[in-house]
Nanobody
Framework: QVQLVESGGGLVQAGGSLRLSCAAS????????MGWFRQAPGKVREFVAG????????YYVDSVKGRFTVSRDNAKNMVYLQMNSLKPEDTAVYYC??????????????????WGKGTLVTVSS
C-alpha cells in the first residue's frame, strides 16, 4: 500500500510559479515510479509529468515542457512538481499517482495503482 497526499495548490497570477508536493507513506515508496496528472473542468484527466523510482528519468507532456519540473526525494518520501510561467490553461485539479516499476513514458498509456485526492491550481489572467 502507498498512500499519497498532495499539497501546494492555490491561486496564482499568469506568469507566476507554484510548487506542488506529494507526501507518500508506505515502506516500499522508493520502488514506485511517480506521476502527476491534472483534470480541468469538463475535460478528461491528463498526464502531466512522470519520474522513475530512482529519479534518473523524467517525461513531460509537450504543453508543460520547459515550464514544469518533476523531482523526488526518496529519503523524505516526497515528490514535487515545480510549475513556472503558469498559464490560465494550467488551471486544473492536480493529482499525484504511483505505479510499481513503470517508466515515465508508459504513464501516458497505462493505469496507475495509487492516487491522491488532488489539489486545485487556479491561474488567473
Amino acid at each position: 500500500q502507498v498512500q499519497l497526499v498532495e499539497s501546494g495548490g492555490g491561486l496564482v497570477q499568469a506568469g507566476g510559479s507554484l510548487r506542488l508536493s506529494c507526501a507518500a507513506s508506505g515502506h516500499t515508496f522508493s520502488s514506485y515510479s511517480m506521476g502527476w496528472f491534472r483534470q480541468a473542468p469538463g475535460k478528461v484527466r491528463e498526464f502531466v509529468a512522470g519520474i522513475s523510482w530512482s529519479g534518473g528519468r523524467t517525461y513531460y507532456v509537450d504543453s508543460v515542457k520547459g515550464r514544469f519540473t518533476v523531482s523526488r526525494d526518496n529519503a523524505k518520501n516526497m515528490v514535487y512538481l515545480q510549475m513556472n510561467s503558469l498559464k490560465p490553461e494550467d488551471t486544473a485539479v492536480y493529482y499525484c499517482a504511483a505505479r510499481y516499476d513503470m517508466s515515465p513514458e508508459e504513464m501516458v498509456y497505462n493505469g496507475m495503482d495509487f492516487w491522491g485526492k488532488g489539489t486545485l491550481v487556479t491561474v488567473s489572467s
